[in-house]
């Protein structure tokens, strides 16, 4: 269109394609609370365009329904309609039949959407038919692919069509896809002006294809429509209670309790009423955890699992948030029993997985020690299913074991990223991220927690998200970043609180305390560590307690506190005799030196290094530390050096700036010449540039990248042109020469 302005010398600028993170900000600005599913439909259908990304949300503001997750159109302002439709209105009946097919198809294959063509107008179509669109700009045809210019377009030509035009297209394409079952059942309920049973029982055949292949979200969604389309007195109860149970599976409790509810509006009979009374139970947060609760729960169970095959199974997986419940909470110790033996009634092979994770987070005193020996004799290698990796890793993290639980937690995150179980894959990367803290894998640590804290928010986790910015402010802390560390626990503090979710407080406690310890505020370390442990306070958690008493001991006797140091060693030495926890046996064995008489203190000192620590490479520089100092006090300089200098290098290999400086100190003060730390190259990129660039390191590509990152094959783009001048490379050929960390 001619205006003055063309011809007026004006500077032109190109308004290109926005990136993923762009387009998300974009989007978040238009319509800051759009629910995740229709914010991801909207992301995906504008690819980046900027109008796409200001119109749609408009449009959807007025529009009733929400776009489903398998279709490819969405409603559109009228005037962007109008603009669009004017280029197809003098097109051929044929082209515009075409174009229909094209926008209803959920592919792009040319010879699938000219076969639901001819089936919808019962007359052979070519390729020739599509000319007429190409010429008038619409789409463009490349490698038998059907492409829209504009990602409006499909929306406005789908949605000008007579809704019985569209139903027939539909029906079109689900007859042409009579050998994709999946895709054929989408487009038989698309095709539907109502409820039909027939159709449902294809999507529920079609959600369990989706489980077979391991894409549960797909399978919650073809439920759910099933159950749309389900008579009230027929299926539709037992396709939303299955809902429930994937989503529970998924990781998102409060879909699964949207789920259950609808459910109880539904017919339910004989074992579908039992399942669904079950789920309520466990899935029950008003309730306070009681014996009472338990018993009326294994009475449920104990009806369910002789009328229905399977029923262990479910059970045990019911089971399993009650069990969690007991980690956070503090119920009593009857209830905590009553709960493993309940677990124990529906084992179901000598070794149960679900039982072992039931047990280790019900009653984490009483259960450990036959947890690790379990865990033990079955090994990582005999678990495949990512959802029993992930409860098994989490267990083990229950139980203090976080190198036992390490394997485990890698490899569920690896498979949940497969299976593109957002829900679950946050929670276990935010495991991850606390385990990785404990065992100085530092990097990752930064890594898991980044991902944690943006999927957990994603996927309406928000609680997981906090776990993870609290892992992150103990890593900032530990780096000499309190400002940062600071305002990241007060955030998470004050919306944890908002949310109710005081058991999770505990996490903030520790966070304190460790970066008190890290930057040798140790009288603030003991205060804030001691609420932990203390049963009258509101951050006390008896076994997250224990994940800094070694810390507190050591604060203790820092600050004239050696009676409290004694009580809490004597606490920490029985709990490790009682649970044998490799973390609690070595984290006694470093705080004994402290407790000990000053020319009494070598062995223990000798005894800790020789092996206890070997896991815990924090401890391990901080007692290497604290014992070349005791050297020094007994005026050994030349003995000091030597684990002075080591204690250097851990704690310039983990970034640990206040205790560096101080054990450069130490050594220096010792008569030996020492440097200053040099500045490490990996700590320029952010946690999301470290994992693309380790991941192009191994020969993924941008799109494999992004597949399981959960971005666009472009920003992986961006990201690595960035890392390039930050490594001092220039290609991702060059990225197997760089250091990119160990862990």
């Given at each position: 269109?001619?205006?003055v302005?063309?011809?007026?010398?004006?500077p032109?600028?190109?308004l290109?394609?926005?990136?993923?993170?762009a387009a998300?900000?974009?989007?978040?600005?238009?319509?800051p609370?759009?629910?995740?599913?229709?914010?991801?439909?909207l992301l995906?259908e504008a690819?980046g365009?900027?109008?796409?990304?200001?119109?749609?949300?408009?449009?959807?503001?007025g529009?009733?329904?929400?776009p489903?997750p398998?279709?490819p159109w969405?409603p559109?302002p009228?005037?962007?309609e109008?603009?669009f439709l004017?280029r197809?209105?003098?097109l051929p009946d044929?082209?515009?039949?075409v174009l229909?097919?094209?926008?209803?198809?959920?592919?792009?294959?040319?010879?699938e959407i000219?076969?639901?063509?001819?089936l919808?107008?019962?007359?052979?179509?070519?390729?020739?038919?599509?000319?007429?669109?190409?010429?008038?700009?619409?789409?463009?045809?490349?490698a038998h692919?059907?492409?829209?210019?504009?990602?409006l377009i499909?929306?406005?030509?789908y949605?000008?069509?007579?809704?019985?035009?569209?139903l027939?297209?539909h029906?079109a394409?689900?007859?042409a896809?009579?050998?994709h079952?999946?895709?054929?059942?989408?487009?038989r309920?698309?095709a539907?002006?109502g409820?039909?049973?027939?159709?449902?029982l294809?999507?529920e055949a079609?959600?369990?294809k989706?489980?077979?292949?391991?894409?549960?979200v797909?399978?919650v969604?073809a439920?759910?429509q099933?159950?749309?389309l389900?008579?009230?007195d027929t299926?539709r109860?037992?396709?939303l209670?299955?809902?429930?149970?994937?989503?529970f599976?998924?990781g998102?409790a409060?879909?699964?309790r949207?789920?259950l509810?609808?459910a109880?509006?539904?017919?339910?009979?004989?074992?579908?009423q039992?399942?669904?009374t079950?789920?309520?139970e466990a899935?029950?947060?008003d309730?306070?955890?009681s014996?009472?609760r338990?018993?009326?729960?294994?009475a449920?169970?104990?009806?369910l699992?002789s009328?229905e095959?399977?029923?262990?199974?479910l059970?045990?997986?019911?089971?399993?948030?009650?069990?969690?419940?007991?980690?956070?909470?503090?119920?009593?110790?009857e209830?905590?029993?009553?709960?493993?033996?309940t677990?124990r009634?529906?084992?179901r092979?000598?070794?149960?997985?679900?039982?072992?994770?039931?047990?280790?987070?019900a009653?984490?005193?009483?259960?450990?020690?036959?947890?690790?020996?379990?865990m033990a004799?079955?090994?990582?290698?005999?678990?495949?299913?990512?959802?029993?990796?992930?409860a098994l890793g989490?267990?083990?993290?229950a139980?203090?074991?976080?190198?036992l639980?390490?394997?485990?937690?890698?490899?569920?995150v690896?498979?949940?990223?497969?299976q593109g179980?957002?829900?679950?894959?946050?929670?276990?990367?935010a495991?991850?991220?606390?385990?990785?803290i404990?065992l100085?894998?530092h990097?990752?640590?930064r890594?898991?927690?980044?991902?944690a804290r943006?999927?957990?928010?994603?996927t309406?986790r928000?609680h997981w998200?906090?776990?993870?910015?609290?892992?992150t402010a103990v890593l900032?802390?530990?780096?000499g970043?309190?400002?940062?560390?600071?305002e990241?626990i007060?955030a998470?503090?004050?919306?944890l609180?908002?949310i109710?979710a005081?058991?999770?407080l505990?996490?903030?406690?520790?966070a304190?305390?460790?970066?008190a310890i890290?930057?040798?505020?140790h009288?603030?370390?003991?205060?804030?560590?001691a609420?932990?442990?203390?049963?009258?306070?509101?951050?006390?958690?008896?076994?997250l307690?224990?994940w800094?008493?070694?810390?507190?001991?050591?604060?203790?006797?820092?600050?004239?506190r050696d009676?409290?140091?004694?009580?809490?060693?004597?606490?920490?030495d029985a709990?490790?005799?009682?649970?044998?926890a490799?973390?609690?046996?070595?984290?006694?064995?470093y705080?004994r030196?402290?407790?000990a008489?000053?020319?009494q203190?070598?062995?223990?000192?000798?005894?800790?290094l020789?092996?206890?620590?070997?896991?815990?490479?924090?401890h391990?520089?901080r007692l290497?530390?604290?014992?070349?100092r005791?050297l020094?006090?007994q005026?050994r300089?030349?003995d000091?050096?030597?684990p002075?200098r080591?204690?250097?290098?851990?704690?310039?290999a983990?970034?640990?700036k206040?205790?560096g400086?101080?054990?450069?100190?130490a050594?220096?003060?010792?008569g030996?010449?020492v440097?200053?730390?040099?500045?490490?190259t990996?700590?320029r990129?952010t946690?999301?540039?470290?994992?693309i660039?380790k991941?192009?390191?191994t020969g993924l590509s941008?799109r494999?990248?992004g597949a399981r990152l959960f971005?666009?094959h472009?920003?992986v783009?961006?990201?690595?042109?960035?890392v390039?001048p930050?490594?001092?490379?220039?290609s991702?050929?060059?990225l197997?020469?760089a250091d990119?960390?160990?862990?």
């Amino acid at each position: 269109m001619y205006s003055v302005l063309n011809d007026a010398g004006l500077p032109e600028l190109e308004l290109a394609t926005l990136d993923d993170d762009a387009a998300m900000q974009l989007l978040e600005a238009r319509a800051p609370s759009l629910d995740r599913t229709v914010r991801d439909r909207l992301l995906a259908e504008a690819a980046g365009n900027p109008l796409a990304l200001v119109e749609l949300p408009a449009a959807l503001s007025g529009n009733s329904g929400v776009p489903q997750p398998l279709k490819p159109w969405l409603p559109i302002p009228r005037r962007l309609e109008q603009s669009f439709l004017s280029r197809a209105s003098s097109l051929p009946d044929s082209t515009r039949t075409v174009l229909l097919i094209a926008a209803a198809d959920d592919k792009d294959d040319v010879t699938e959407i000219l076969r639901g063509a001819e089936l919808l107008d019962g007359t052979p179509f070519s390729v020739d038919s599509l000319t007429p669109a190409i010429q008038a700009g619409l789409i463009e045809l490349s490698a038998h692919r059907v492409r829209f210019w504009h990602p409006l377009i499909r929306s406005a030509i789908y949605n000008a069509a007579a809704p019985s035009r569209r139903l027939a297209g539909h029906a079109a394409l689900a007859t042409a896809l009579a050998g994709h079952q999946e895709r054929r059942a989408w487009h038989r309920a698309a095709a539907s002006s109502g409820p039909d049973d027939d159709v449902a029982l294809d999507l529920e055949a079609a959600a369990s294809k989706a489980l077979q292949r391991g894409a549960p979200v797909a399978a919650v969604e073809a439920l759910r429509q099933a159950a749309l389309l389900s008579t009230p007195d027929t299926h539709r109860g037992r396709l939303l209670l299955r809902s429930a149970e994937i989503n529970f599976e998924l990781g998102d409790a409060t879909a699964a309790r949207r789920q259950l509810a609808k459910a109880r509006s539904a017919k339910l009979e004989g074992e579908e009423q039992l399942r669904h009374t079950l789920w309520t139970e466990a899935l029950n947060e008003d309730r306070l955890f009681s014996p009472e609760r338990i018993r009326a729960f294994a009475a449920v169970a104990d009806q369910l699992a002789s009328s229905e095959s399977g029923g262990a199974t479910l059970v045990l997986n019911a089971l399993r948030p009650l069990a969690t419940g007991c980690w956070y909470g503090n119920p009593s110790q009857e209830t905590r029993s009553l709960v493993v033996r309940t677990a124990r009634r529906f084992q179901r092979m000598d070794i149960d997985p679900l039982v072992v994770s039931i047990a280790a987070s019900a009653n984490p005193v009483a259960e450990t020690a036959w947890v690790i020996d379990v865990m033990a004799r079955i090994g990582p290698g005999s678990v495949n299913d990512p959802v029993e990796q992930h409860a098994l890793g989490s267990t083990l993290t229950a139980v203090w074991g976080f190198d036992l639980g390490w394997p485990y937690l890698c490899a569920a995150v690896d498979g949940l990223r497969r299976q593109g179980r957002l829900g679950l894959l946050g929670e276990a990367l935010a495991s991850q991220a606390w385990s990785a803290i404990h065992l100085g894998k530092h990097r990752l640590a930064r890594s898991a927690a980044d991902e944690a804290r943006r999927l957990s928010r994603e996927t309406g986790r928000s609680h997981w998200g906090f776990v993870a910015d609290l892992a992150t402010a103990v890593l900032a802390g530990e780096r000499g970043e309190s400002e940062t560390a600071s305002e990241l626990i007060l955030a998470a503090e004050t919306e944890l609180l908002s949310i109710g979710a005081q058991s999770i407080l505990g996490f903030a406690q520790f966070a304190r305390g460790r970066i008190a310890i890290a930057n040798n505020q140790h009288n603030e370390a003991f205060e804030q560590l001691a609420r932990t442990l203390d049963p009258s306070d509101v951050t006390y958690h008896p076994f997250l307690g224990y994940w800094g008493i070694a810390d507190l001991i050591e604060a203790a006797t820092r600050t004239g506190r050696d009676s409290e140091a004694r009580h809490y060693l004597a606490r920490l030495d029985a709990l490790a005799e009682k649970t044998t926890a490799p973390y609690l046996e070595a984290m006694a064995a470093y705080a004994r030196p402290f407790v000990a008489a000053e020319d009494q203190a070598e062995p223990f000192y000798e005894q800790a290094l020789a092996g206890r620590l070997s896991h815990w490479p924090l401890h391990r520089a901080r007692l290497l530390l604290a014992y070349g100092r005791w050297l020094r006090r007994q005026r050994r300089n030349l003995d000091a050096r030597r684990p002075l200098r080591a204690a250097v290098e851990s704690f310039d290999a983990l970034g640990i700036k206040a205790m560096g400086a101080d054990a450069r100190a130490a050594l220096r003060a010792s008569g030996e010449a020492v440097g200053r730390p040099t500045s490490d190259t990996l700590d320029r990129l952010t946690p999301q540039e470290l994992q693309i660039a380790k991941m192009a390191a191994t020969g993924l590509s941008n799109r494999e990248i992004g597949a399981r990152l959960f971005i666009s094959h472009r920003t992986v783009g961006q990201h690595l042109h960035r890392v390039f001048p930050k490594l001092g490379i220039t290609s991702r050929g060059q990225l197997h020469l760089a250091d990119l960390g160990g862990d």
